[in-house]
């Protein structure tokens, strides 16, 4: 079945740099679209950024913009997330999701949790 | 860019019906599919409607999804309520500019 692991998470200081995986199972990972959602401490659902199957279009949320890079290795079954000058609000479980093609996600990773504190 | 609103909080007891709801306040609720994720806490989101009303495999009939768009409005009507139902919920649509997804802001079911 489809298995999505994230891993990366931990402790940080403000300013500095940080990157997520997200290790994908149970499907053809080159095949689909792939987000990163996040949540901070006790809030809702925010997108964050977009790759499509093949790496060739990203997106992102305008909060990360510019500092955020989001990339794939298809052969390694792998999404990441590249985090640079990393803020306090920054601070939240980031989760990633496959793109259902609807719209919408269909799985989700249980989500590694980033904390930007001095 | 839109919003999706949905009431903080609902609560009923087992065995009955509620509905939450999801309201989006420009653009038409019918240009793009909305999905209902369900999070229980410490765990991660998953999908019990998409594409407005179509139920993933695995998820009760017990679920289900409408639009109506005299109100710009999605739905999530859960009946026959377990226990096990007392969760989270987050209502999602697409946007073509960014945030690519917007969600709503998250309804606590609580199941008394």
């Known amino acids: 079945q489809v298995h999505l692991v994230e891993s990366g998470g931990g402790v940080v200081q403000p300013g500095r740099s940080l990157r997520l995986s997200c290790a994908a199972s149970?499907?053809?990972?080159?095949?689909?679209?792939m987000h990163w959602v996040r949540q901070a401490p006790g809030k809702g659902l925010e997108w964050v950024a977009v790759i499509w199957y093949d790496g060739t279009n990203k997106h992102y949320a305008d909060s990360v913009k510019g500092r955020f890079t989001i990339s794939r290795d298809n052969s390694k079954n792998t999404l990441y997330l590249q985090m640079n000058s990393l803020r306090d609000e920054d601070t939240a479980v980031y989760h990633c999701?496959?793109?259902?093609?609807?719209?919408?996600?269909?799985?989700w990773g249980q989500g590694t949790l980033v904390t930007v504190s001095s | 860019k839109f919003m999706l609103t949905q009431p903080h909080s609902v609560s009923e007891s087992p065995g009955k019906t509620v509905t939450i709801s999801c309201t989006r306040n420009s653009g038409s609720i019918a240009s793009n599919y909305v999905q209902w994720y369900q999070q229980r806490p410490g765990s991660a989101p998953t999908t019990v409607i998409y594409?407005?009303?179509?139920?993933p495999s695995g998820v009760p009939d017990r679920f289900s999804g409408s639009i109506d768009s005299s109100s710009n409005s999605a739905s999530l009507t859960i009946s026959g309520l377990k226990t096990e139902d007392e969760a989270h919920y987050y209502c999602q649509s697409y946007a073509n500019t960014n945030p690519n997804w917007v969600f709503g802001g998250g309804t606590k079911l609580t199941v008394l």
């Open positions: 149970g499907f053809i990972f080159s095949s689909y679209g």
């Open positions: 594409e407005d009303n179509q139920r």
């Open positions: 999701a496959r793109d259902g093609g609807y719209d919408g996600g269909d799985y």
